[in-house]
């Protein structure tokens, strides 16, 4: 089945910075890709996700790359805010198949 | 539209009791999947229905079952309860159409075994 390994597993940034958080996948079938943000007490939402048929999307200040050939994926955040804060997961998915989601990546963003 | 509705939304149960949790779909979304959530672990996941049959399981003891109503909505069921147990328990729903599509969660419900 697909492993999705997800680091690092906390970053702390300055508010204003950048954050990159990193995935990695092991079935070459996956070709769906959604980073959900999970706040503190709440449940996991989606934030933007890619196909595999795309190398990269933005949102904002949000963008995601993809690299089949690597098969790793990232999330890209720019000019950090503090509401940024939360845990980020990133997910593998294929056909019919219930997505697997990495460990997660706790961002604190310091004011 | 209404979002997926888990209920209980707070459980405390003894060790070696059993628990039932709830799970009610967004209305036309046939996919439901449950998770446990777990301070360090991230999301393991522990089966997914469709049509009222298990898709996918994951590795996770017998102790844990799950069935799903033609309505969509879903239960879940945990016998003989253990300490490891105790963790946030979050069911999402999808389309489930051909190729993986967004999950939309649930709040969860938090299951504390004592």
């Known amino acids: 089945g697909e492993n999705v390994e997800q680091h690092p597993s906390t970053l702390s940034v300055q508010e204003g910075d950048s954050a990159v958080i990193k995935c990695t996948y092991s079935?070459?079938?996956?070709?769906?890709f959604p980073w959900y943000k999970q706040e503190l007490g709440k449940r996991p939402q989606l934030i933007i996700d890619i196909r595999s048929n795309v190398g990269e999307k933005k949102d904002q200040r949000i963008a995601v790359t993809l690299n089949k050939t690597a098969k790793h994926f990232s999330l890209h955040i720019t000019e950090t805010q503090p509401e940024d804060s939360a845990v980020y997961f990133c997910a593998g998915g294929a056909g019919r198949r219930a997505l697997t989601f990495g460990s997660g990546t706790r961002l604190q963003v310091q004011p | 539209k209404a979002g997926v509705t888990q209920t209980p939304r707070y459980l405390i149960k003894t060790r070696g009791q059993q628990v039932t949790l709830s799970c009610s779909p967004i209305s036309g979304h046939r996919s439901v999947s449950w998770y446990q959530q777990t301070p360090g672990q991230g999301l393991q996941f522990l089966f997914e229905y469709f049509s009222e049959t298990q898709r996918n399981k994951g590795n996770f003891p017998g102790r844990f079952s799950g069935r799903q109503f033609s309505n969509s909505r879903s239960e879940m069921n945990v016998s003989t309860l253990e300490l490891g147990d105790s963790a946030l328990y979050l069911c999402?729903?999808?389309?489930?159409?051909?190729?993986?599509?967004?999950?939309?969660f649930g709040q969860g419900t938090r299951l504390t075994v004592v």
């Open positions: 999402a729903s999808s389309l489930a159409g051909v190729g993986a599509t967004e999950a939309f």
């Open positions: 079935d070459s079938a996956s070709n769906y």
